[in-house]
């Protein structure tokens, strides 16, 4: 690489020309080396010191403007509709020549541009003095002489003349300001108009010059990239051009699994580099998936598509297990009875197989206001249609509610043998279970015959329990043989490449593309067996997967199921009527209006009904007294015997408003009321206030 000259990135894409690419080139230096990574454009982008990146196109997307005068930058975009004008050089021009190379490609197209000359210059008879302009009209190519260019000379009132100045006149040249004006993408177009410098035309924005840099966005390759990067030519890295040095280099570009069925079927077998190992959280539990670590060498025998399905073993005191098999399993199954612990489970397996039976397991008693009909262990039902229901209570609005049904014909037969007719009704009588209904069934079955894999996807819907009563003679363990049940869970057709290890190229194992993240990069290395003989490949044909894979593939599966209804909200209003409604509730209701015609007749029934369902004492009965006469005196208590007989006197100060304490005790009673009081002799109530203040007073 010696005499090459490192140039900074936006100056090399720049002078490339499209039809010249590929190029390959080698980063030297500046912001973007050492390892240094970069968000761009949502890819991430890493240059160090020597890396190679083999351009491959670039795309022109904008104008960086750079003020000549504080080094401002800024960028225009490359539809900009506004003009510029040429700015003229500082330095003068030794010749005409100089100063026409500098001038835009195809010349005739911006015409006429005018120069003065500093010193005297004589053309044939014509001479012409120091400072005269001369505004060039055309180029003239001459056959075995001298090109020149035809100049007007402006002379005194307007008068003008034409002459021929070769293109080798010697002098101090300067160019004059023209009103000539460029846009931008005449600008870009000549690369001699790039290197000049521009004032803005008609806009008071920008008033000093700028210079102009188009800004590309690269595709390059760069090695171990999974695609094309992306990314602005503005970079602030020097690069230089390798392309004659570099022509055989190899760039490796890493594939993802679903990228290498994309290949062609002339690629296999190969050997392949795992340039990244699967992700942390594996979906399978192979012995194979292990040894797929970064930099290990595999063979990729083919591609294709494979027939699988998922099998889980049934919940118990072990783990649960999940496998995918291939419908080349050579063992046999026989059928076994599913168990539902829901109607809604019921109706989902009826629509895949009309004509289910099943048999009640558990007892379920009746709800009525839900509907739930009660079922006993032993009943056996088949299932016939869905339909809707009317439930007996209303809704909170006094509505009838409907909900869906699963409606079944019970198939229990009597007990009594020889009563045939009522048999015949037992068989024939139709049972309502609502979806959201909970219970217990198992389905019945008269089948005894053994199936293959293969056999099964073809006669029954999944899912579909079965037991292995034969195992695959050809695997040296076969992990479903010892299991009591098992359920098929779906059937699936997968993308799957045949792979291999090295040193064991004929026990092959198969990778479902869509469910293992990696990637490989192809390689020139030889395969692993004498040429033209491949040896017998056995793949394995069960392959234990996580309960993660299950989950996703549930989701894939059932993204757009429906879930179980939901009982419908109890009103307890219409529930308690509806309670109300049955016989055995109704003799136990209280005829409440025969207790409100004797309100005023303090009865047992009331008493009882009083102060907490406490019994109180019979009042004393009423003294006779006067209205003329005070009520009688409370003797007073003493601890001696001699003074049991004392008399306590009336109490004299205080004046009792007789009138008042009459109104207070006359309270009619309200016949209408809802509450049920006793009525209070008004006597009684005159003792008790006596008494009170007998002792108040003592």
């Excluded at 809704?395 to 019970?410: H, T």
Aim: charged residues 25%; negative net charge; proline residues 7%.
């Amino acid at each position: 690489m010696a005499g090459t000259t490192a140039l900074p990135l936006q100056q090399l894409i720049a002078s490339l020309d499209k039809t010249c690419l590929p190029k390959i080139l080698q980063v030297c230096s500046g912001v973007y080396f050492q390892g240094s990574i970069y968000e761009l454009s949502g890819s991430e982008v890493c240059f160090s010191t020597g890396d190679l990146i083999k351009v491959i196109d670039i795309e022109l997307l904008s104008v960086c403007c750079e003020d000549i005068s504080n080094k401002e930058k800024f960028e225009l975009p490359i539809n900009h509709t506004g003009s510029f004008r040429i700015v003229p050089e500082e330095m003068p021009y030794s010749s005409v020549e100089e100063m026409l190379s500098l001038r835009p490609v195809g010349l005739e197209s911006c015409l006429p541009f005018t120069f003065t000359c500093s010193s005297k210059m004589t053309f044939e008879n014509f001479t012409l003095g120091a400072g005269r302009a001369l505004t060039v009209l055309s180029v003239e190519r001459q056959v075995n002489k001298e090109d020149q260019v035809r100049c007007q000379v402006k002379g005194q009132q307007e008068a003008s003349a034409e002459v021929c100045i070769p293109l080798s006149a010697q002098g101090e040249f300067r160019e004059c300001v023209s009103e000539e004006c460029f846009t931008l993408q005449e600008i870009l177009s000549s690369p001699c108009l790039l290197s000049r410098r521009f004032h803005f035309v008609n806009t008071t924005k920008w008033e000093n010059p700028v210079i102009f840099s188009p800004v590309y966005q690269v595709h390059a390759i760069m090695n171990l990239r999974k695609s094309v990067l992306k990314f602005p030519s503005s970079l602030e890295v020097d690069v230089i051009d390798v392309t004659d040095l570099c022509k055989d280099a190899n760039f490796v570009t890493p594939l993802s699994l679903t990228e290498v069925l994309s290949q062609p079927d002339e690629s296999f077998p190969a050997v392949v580099e795992i340039v990244e190992s699967p992700e942390s959280r594996p979906l399978f539990k192979s012995s194979w998936l292990s040894d797929l670590n970064q930099h290990n060498r595999l063979v990729f025998h083919k591609k294709g598509t494979s027939a699988l399905v998922l099998v889980s073993n049934m919940k118990s005191r072990k783990m649960q297990q999940y496998f995918l098999v291939s419908q080349q399993y050579g063992g046999r199954f026989r059928r076994r009875p599913r168990e539902f612990n829901s109607v809604y489970q019921l109706y989902v397996a009826s629509v895949h197989a009309p004509g289910l039976k099943v048999s009640v397991t558990r007892n379920c008693e009746e709800v009525e206001e839900e509907g739930v009909p009660a079922l006993s262990v032993g009943e056996q039902l088949e299932v016939l249609r869905c339909e809707r229901m009317e439930l007996p209570c209303e809704d909170s609005k006094g509505q009838k509610q409907s909900v869906e049904a699963l409606l079944c014909q019970r198939l229990q037969e009597s007990d009594d043998e020889d009563d045939e007719e009522e048999m015949k009704q037992d068989e024939k009588e139709e049972v309502f279970l609502p979806l959201y209904m909970q219970g217990h069934f198992v389905e019945v079955l008269s089948d005894n015959k053994k199936y293959k894999l293969r056999d099964l996807g073809k006669e029954f819907s999944l899912p579909l329990d079965v037991k292995v009563v034969s195992r695959d003679t050809e695997l040296d363990t076969d992990p479903l043989a010892g299991f009591a049940c098992v359920r098929i869970e779906a059937a699936m057709l997968e993308p799957i490449i045949q792979a291999s290890f090295l040193h064991s190229p004929g026990q092959c194992f198969e990778i479902p593309t869509k469910w293992l993240s990696m990637s490989v990069s192809f390689t020139r290395d030889p395969l692993p067996w004498p040429s033209g003989q491949p040896p017998k490949c056995c793949v394995d044909r069960v392959t234990e997967v996580t309960d993660n894979f299950f989950y996703e593939f549930q989701k894939q599966g059932d993204s757009d199921a429906a879930p179980p209804p939901r009982p419908p909200k109890r009103n307890l209003s219409s529930s308690q009527s509806c309670k109300a409604r049955k016989p055995s509730k109704k003799s136990s209701k209280v005829d409440k209006s025969k207790h409100r015609a004797h309100k005023s007749i303090p009865t047992k029934e009331v008493a009882d009904l009083t102060l907490n369902s406490k019994k109180r004492p019979p009042a004393p009965p009423p003294p006779v007294v006067s209205d003329d006469q005070p009520p009688p005196i409370v003797p007073r208590k003493h601890s001696t015997p001699e003074m049991t007989s004392a008399k306590a006197l009336p109490n004299t100060y205080v004046q009792r408003d007789d009138s008042k304490k009459k109104a207070a005790c006359e309270v009619a009673a309200d016949v209408d009321s809802d509450h049920d009081y006793e009525t209070v002799d008004e006597n009684l109530i005159t003792m008790m206030k006596t008494a009170q203040e007998s002792i108040i007073f003592y």
